[in-house]
């Protein structure tokens, strides 16, 4: 029995020891994309990182979920960018986008929407003690936000609810480049954050005010970089959902029977977003949501 026990042990701690080196591997290992010579894609165990290069230091959009991940995306960022980072802007105030922001430096300024202060002081307050604090949003808005940054211009819009009620996008002027947040995902099942204001419908809608903007190149909040047409491809896709959920509503199924029954063919090559035993972004995931905003159950309005 002892030597049962004591083998089961050993193979315990190797296993522990083999996730710890998976994790702490996962968390330094970044791939980098230039969309033009002044605009960087950051990729890992997070959200998407947007580096602009100016001619007075670097603007960083968003800043993935740890704080060692932050530290080493301002270094990627001061390489990219053309010297230190003279701005950080959180698109939203998921962990996955914000929780790199105290690898900055202390003070720097941090442009969001008034409503993602909100949500990081309330529904992430624990997180924000003490000095983490001090790379909150300083700098917020309502609808349109523009800073001007040495050559560069970046200009950031509140499009209306969506992923959540305060995500919003930005655009690299010059660079004809888009920085979406999770407003888009590119061949990945998304979050739907009822609790935090979002909402299909309305999200639906938002894709056309994002989508009639100026612009080339996307960057979206998980997956490849795109254009327009990945963010018409992803409209189809909510389209789709909502028409399913909207329908199980109005029949009267049950969520079990909704699960079932939902046919979706506008999210070939999706992938999962997820950590074992914590939480998965999948296909049922989607329609879950999906129908609790169509019946009432959670968050917005039932189906109009």
């Known amino acids: 029995m002892r030597r049962i026990l004591g083998l089961a042990l050993a193979v315990l701690v190797f296993a522990a020891g083999g996730l710890a080196v998976y994790v702490w591997t996962g968390l330094h290992d970044f791939a980098v994309e230039e969309l033009t010579p002044d605009v960087h894609v950051i990729s890992g165990w997070g959200g998407n990182v947007a580096i602009l290069r100016t001619g007075a230091g670097a603007v960083v959009v968003d800043t993935m979920t740890f704080r060692m991940q932050g530290e080493e995306i301002r270094e990627l960022a001061e390489d990219l960018g053309g010297g230190p980072v003279t701005a950080i802007v959180n698109t939203h105030y998921h962990r996955d986008h914000t929780h790199g922001n105290p690898g900055f ?61 305060g995500d919003l996008v930005t655009l690299f002027v010059e660079d004809r480049v888009l920085v979406t947040g999770d407003l888009l995902f590119r061949f990945r099942y998304p979050n739907i954050d009822l609790e935090a204001g979002g909402s299909l419908p309305a999200w639906i809608e938002t894709l056309d005010r994002m989508a009639a903007l100026d612009f080339d190149r996307v960057i979206p909040g998980h997956g490849p970089s795109t254009d327009r047409e990945g963010i018409r491809a992803f409209q189809d896709f909510l389209r789709e959902l909502w028409q399913v959920a909207s329908e199980s509503a109005a029949a009267g199924l049950s969520l079990d029977e909704t699960l079932a029954q939902a046919k979706l063919t506008t999210d070939a090559g999706y992938h999962v977003i997820g950590v074992p035993f914590v939480f998965r972004l999948d296909r049922d995931f989607v329609v879950r949501r999906a129908f609790e905003e169509a019946t009432g159950a959670v968050g917005g309005a039932a189906a109009p």
């Open 105 to 165: 430096a202390p003070g720097t300024r941090v442009v969001a929407t008034e409503r993602t202060l909100e949500h990081l002081r309330t529904r992430d307050a624990a997180y924000w003690d003490g000095e983490a604090a001090l790379t909150l949003p300083s700098d917020t808005f309502s609808d349109t936000h523009e800073l001007r940054v040495g050559d560069k211009t970046v200009r950031s819009f509140h499009l209306g609810r969506g992923h959540t009620d």
